[in-house]
C-alpha cells in the first residue's frame, strides 16, 4: 500500500516533532493514570517528514477504548498526492456507538444462543 508513496518520496530523511492537534477525554483519570472500563479518549497527532524527493505531512488518529489504545486513522499529504485510510471519530460518536452495543447486547440473551462445549 505504501510503495507507491515511497517511489514518489524517495526514503524518509528527517522527521520534524510530533506535534498534538486535539485530544479530548471522556471518562475518569487522567492519561498516564488507571481508567475505567468505560473511559474514552481521542487524540490527534501531526508530523512532518523530509523525505529524498519531497515532504510529507502525517496526521494520525488514535482512539481509547478502556485499557487499550488504537489506530482509528492514518492520512499522508504531499502537496501532490493525499492517503486518507480510516474515518476520524469524536467523543460523542464513541459513546452514541457504545450505547448502541449496550443496548443490543441487554436484548440479546448470550447464553442462550452460545454454543455448549
Request: aromatic share 6%; glycine share 8%; with cysteine.
Amino acid at each position: 500500500m505504501f510503495a507507491p508513496w515511497k517511489r514518489l518520496l524517495g526514503n524518509l530523511v528527517s522527521c520534524g516533532e510530533m506535534v498534538t492537534k486535539d485530544s479530548l477525554s471522556a471518562g475518569p483519570g487522567l492519561p498516564g493514570e488507571t481508567w475505567s472500563m468505560t473511559a474514552l479518549a481521542t487524540a490527534t497527532y501531526l508530523l512532518e517528514g523530509q523525505c529524498e524527493r519531497g515532504v510529507a505531512l502525517a496526521e494520525l488518529q488514535v482512539i481509547k477504548r478502556g485499557d487499550h489504545w488504537s489506530v482509528n486513522t492514518f492520512n499522508l499529504a504531499t502537496d501532490q498526492e493525499v492517503l486518507n485510510l480510516g474515518i476520524p471519530t469524536t467523543l460523542e460518536a464513541m459513546r452514541q456507538q457504545d450505547a448502541q452495543v449496550n443496548q443490543l447486547e441487554s436484548a440479546i440473551d448470550v447464553p442462550t444462543i452460545e454454543p455448549e462445549n
